[in-house]
């Protein structure tokens, strides 16, 4: 939490105005009883009108003073606590930016949604609040017990055998729950999760009948949350009726025994009635610091769980020293040099030893069956993830010795699931390089097969791409895609399992289209279909992440056992012959 608080120093003026102001409302507060006590006794007693009017007046001014300080203070702190929640979402926005896949997979999204909005509304709503606390009721609580104790010593003692029993309720309830904040942002972690899961995969859901299914997940998770706060809300609720009884037994000891006070004549009502403001003053700057026992820990929960992403550090980072510019044009070679990768926390490797090179103008196709690790070969070379061991090299440079920037400008990545955002179908393309013209949108999209489906649409190039793509097809979303990779005319080319949405005759064409687009860039192709890959410059054959053979269809067919095996279950005799 203390750590957290350092991004409050750009707001560190408006805090100590806070500060000052709260102070001296608190002053404000704390004279108004004695005032009070003066009228009655000086004034009420004598009826003396003259002495009520000015002290009156005083009062007022005292009191107006108080209220514009107070105003000021809000006004102050949750400008500053705004303030220090907008910039700190945008820091760990920024951070999070920075991460490689692995940190996505460590934390997962749900929870990193939930720590930069749930998470740090709660630290704001606490930093508002300890802002004004912090100072009011230390001052307030021992202000009002020297002022108590000026106006009567003995009666002060009941306010003196009060406190410990205040304190000890506050270290009752904060000790249930403080243990239960942490697991109430981890119910809502688990509640974001389950809504997330739904919303995406609601036609999944609907498809399998799993509608009933899913909701009693989201029934137990959002049960298990409400639980939570169920038990910790009744603790909290349970405390101020408790503070209140405590606050009237003080009350009625107060004026028993002032009463008799007064009897004896050791003491003035004037007195008496500032007496009984002054403990409930205590009393009630005592309740706010409990409020603040209670809630300080479940912001520090909170800050703890930010403070967890705002560290990781992200296992990918540009390196310190550049690579220098060879001075030769950057022509996009790919080399893959005895590289070998893991997940993390896996036990298997996904690739071993994979060795090959693959240059500009030529077309390598990777093919292989279901998890052989062809998309993870893709991963790599954007640097979503570094090798475990061997280096991946474009033109001859270790791409964990270029900057990310620079590396993945010269790449144009068509995603195995395509991703659209929300925006015009022209958006969408330029997405790709923002200065593209009309024309290079409009050409993108016929080399992508996409231009007749756009100019159907109502508006054309200007339709909107609701959220996800989820008014156009699946094929149609892979042709975007494809437009968005083209318009960047990109050095290297990866596509991953871009054309399993195509029809074979589309597909076809497709390709076709991209050959004359391609001649000067390394295109590298994952794909399933052989009909794909047939007529690639090179074939790698990929099996449980190892390269099983490599070289044309021709070759491949003739001396390859895997290769001859994926062809057969695919194509009839003529079409292989
Ligand atoms: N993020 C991840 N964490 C851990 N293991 C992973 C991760 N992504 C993939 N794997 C594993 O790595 C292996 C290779 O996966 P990869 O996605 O590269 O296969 P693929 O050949 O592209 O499969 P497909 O054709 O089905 O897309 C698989 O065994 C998979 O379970």
Known sequence: MIKLLSHLKPYRIAVTCVLVFVFLQTLSDLYLPTLLA??????VMYA???YIWRIGGFMLIVALGGTLCSVGASYLSAKAAGGFGRDLRSRLFAHVEKFSLNEFDKIGTASLITRTTNDITQVQMVLT?????????????FGGIIMALSRDVKLSFVIIAIVPVIALV?????KRTIPLFGIQQKRLDRLNLVLREHLTGIRVIRAFNRTQHEQSRYTTANGELTDTAMRVNRMMAAMMPVMMLIINCASIAIIWFGGIRIDHGGMEVGDLMAFIQYAWQIMFALMFASMMFVMVPRASASAARIQEVLDMQPNIEDPANRAASSGQQAK????FRDVSFRYPGAEMTALTNISFKASPGEVTAIIGGTGSGKSTMLNLIPRFYDTSEGAVLIDGVDVREMTQQALRE???????K???FTGSVTDNIRFGREEATDEEVRHAAAIAQASEFIERMPEGYQSVISQGGTNVSGGQKQRLSIARALVRKPLIYLFDDSFSALDFKTDAKLRAALRPETTEATVIIVAQRVSTVMDADRIIVLDDGQIAGMGTHRELLD?????REIVMSQLSEEEIA
């Open 38 to 43: 003066d009228i009655v006794d000086k004034g």
């Open 48 to 50: 003396d009108t003259h």
């Open 129 to 141: 609040m300890m802002m004004r606390v912090l100072v009011m009721a230390p001052l307030m609580c």
């Open 170 to 174: 506050i270290l009752f309830i904060s």
């Open 332 to 335: 996009g070679s790919v080399e």
């Open 410 to 416: 010269t790449i144009g990545l068509v995603p195995q």
């Open 418 to 420: 395509a991703m659209l």
């Open 559 to 563: 001396n390859n056992a895997v290769y």
